[in-house]
T-cell receptor, first 116, second 113 residues
Framework: KNQVEQSPQSLIILEGKNCTLQ??????????LRWYKQDTGRGPVSLTI?????NTKSNGRYTATLDADTKQSSLHITASQLSDSASYIC???????????????FGAGTRLAVHP | DTEVTQTPKHLVMGMTNKKSLKCEQH?????MYWYKQKAKKPPELMFV???????INESVPSRFSPECPNSSLLNLHLHALQPEDSALYLC????????????FGSGTQLSVL
């Protein structure tokens, strides 16, 4: 069954600290993996995309990794800020068997709270 | 313009009301989506339109009726909803190509009384 699991479910850190969020998936065949940030009451915003051949990609203070062999991804946030408080959702794209748009499989998200 | 605009931002309706949610984008995206999101849960896909034609309906009850009048607009007509339909309704769009990201609107927070 195609699934995406994220851990931890929630996380509290102090401002300025680093943290790492995990995403494990069983989606096959795999197309790509995206991390989205969702502020409360807003729509998700894409942070980064990882394709099969990519291991690491950075976007400012966000660094995503992908291990396609173990089907694991992580999102590392450096020097956290209060504005990083949000839900972080891992979305894996499942290759459509007969063409057309790939199916997107959402993880349940990690709720991050950054405290001063 | 890289925005997806949704209106209204908030909506309260009774179970006998008829209302519509609206979504608009001017990025030339030909794929548009409706998602439903309950609190502390990930978005759940409801409908996908591709080139103004309904391509995916995730077994959504008929009290939700989508409409795509043109390539920039997407509506969701609501009728005889139930309290459990209360949720954040998100519209999204994306360009063709499976590596393209979804652009989400800010959503309509719907409360059904």
């Amino acid at each position: 069954k195609n699934q995406v699991e994220q851990s931890p479910q929630s996380l509290i850190i102090l401002e300025g600290k680093n943290c790492t969020l995990q995403c494990n998936y069983t989606v096959s065949p795999f197309s790509n993996l995206r991390w989205y940030k969702q502020d409360t009451g807003r729509g998700p915003v894409s942070l980064t995309i990882m394709t099969f051949s990519e291991n690491t990609k950075s976007n400012g203070r966000y660094t995503a990794t992908l291990d396609a062999d173990t089907k694991q991804s992580s999102l590392h946030i450096t020097a956290s800020q209060l504005s990083d408080s949000a839900s972080y959702i891992c979305v894996v794209s499942h290759v459509a068997p007969s063409g057309g748009y790939n199916k997107l499989i959402f993880g349940a998200g990690t709720r991050l709270a950054v405290h001063p | 313009d890289t925005e997806v605009t949704q209106t209204p931002k908030h909506l309260v309706m009774g179970m006998t009301n008829k209302k519509s949610l609206k979504c608009e984008q001017h990025m030339g995206h030909r794929a548009m989506y409706w998602y439903k999101q309950k609190a502390k849960k990930p978005p759940e896909l409801m409908f996908v339109y591709s080139y103004e034609k309904l391509s995916i309906n995730e077994s959504v009850p008929s009290r939700f009726s989508p409409e795509c009048p043109n390539s920039s607009l997407l509506n969701l007509h609501l009728h005889a909803l139930q309290p459990e339909d209360s949720a954040l309704y998100l519209c999204a769009s994306r360009a063709t190509g499976n590596n393209e990201k979804l652009f989400f609107g800010s959503g309509t927070q719907l409360s059904v009384l």
